[in-house]
């Protein structure tokens, strides 16, 4: 069992930064393919950014570039850098393990990860 707290949500005008934290509590945290979601209201929850347990990467095409993964095996810790923000990364932000490595065809769809975050909020407006 895993527990996913997330923090560091907000809001922020267009072009700023924000960086999200997930913090991990349970077995095994290294194990785990982790994973960075986000829902906008009326829209399906989307991957914006995926690492296996050997650290492999990948981007939603629409963050490539603006955003960086990253995960800490020592603290139990998963990081999202956000930068130039833009008003569509409005949404809620959910921090995702999955107990099976995952693969590029496979990161970004919801149903591969079997524990979930409660979400924390990314506001980007002027």
């Known amino acids: 069992q895993l527990q996913l707290v997330e923090s560091g949500g907000g809001s922020v005008q267009p072009g700023g930064s924000l960086t999200l934290s997930c913090a991990v509590s349970?077995?095994?945290?290294?194990?785990?393919?982790m994973a960075w979601f986000r829902q906008a209201p009326g829209k399906e929850r989307e991957g914006v950014a995926g690492?296996?347990?050997?650290?492999?990467?990948w981007y939603a095409n629409s963050v490539q570039a603006r955003f960086t993964i990253s995960r800490d095996n020592a603290k139990n810790t998963l990081d999202l850098e956000m930068d130039s923000l833009k008003p569509e990364d409005t949404a809620m932000y959910y921090c995702?393990?999955?107990?099976?490595?995952?693969?590029?065809?496979?990161?970004?769809?919801?149903?591969?990860?079997?524990?979930w975050g409660q979400g924390t909020q990314v506001t980007v407006s002027s």
């Open positions: 995702a393990a999955a107990l099976a490595r995952t693969y590029s065809y496979t990161w970004a769809i919801a149903s591969e990860y079997h524990y």
């Open positions: 349970g077995y095994s945290y290294s194990s785990y393919s």
């Open positions: 690492m296996d347990m050997v650290s492999r990467v």
